[in-house]
């Protein structure tokens, strides 16, 4: 059973939408935070959005506004990071991770590109 399996990436015109989800194995209980990074080809990885049990929702300043990130709780707990407004300065590969009992799991990545 794979710890995270990611989904919803792919080739979007600048402007338009695309919504990435994440389910990971556990619980409501287990999992604590998930979050969603990206890494743009040169360029370190970074944070986009995070919800974590406790300290709330955290965003980018540069998607702020245009990103937002839900959680669905219960078995196998899922995020979505609804994207709008994309800008072809937000193509990255989108990697999701989840903290679970202490343990850090990260998802194999999704492409997400934005042509102008």
């Known amino acids: 059973q794979e710890p995270i399996v990611e989904s919803g990436g792919g080739l979007v015109q600048a402007g338009g939408s695309l919504t990435l989800s994440c389910a990971a194995s556990g619980t409501t209980f287990s999992v604590t935070a998930m979050a969603w990074y990206r890494q743009a080809p040169g360029k370190q990885r970074e944070l986009v959005a995070s919800?974590?049990?406790?300290?709330?929702?955290?965003y980018a300043d540069s998607v702020k506004g245009r990103f937002t990130i839900s959680r669905r709780d219960g078995i196998k707990p899922t995020v979505y990071l609804q994207m709008n407004s994309l800008k072809p300065e937000d193509t990255a590969v989108y990697y999701c991770n989840a903290d679970r009992l202490g343990v850090t799991y990260w998802g194999q990545g999704t492409q997400v590109t934005v042509s102008s």
């Open positions: 919800v974590r049990r406790g300290a709330g929702i955290n």
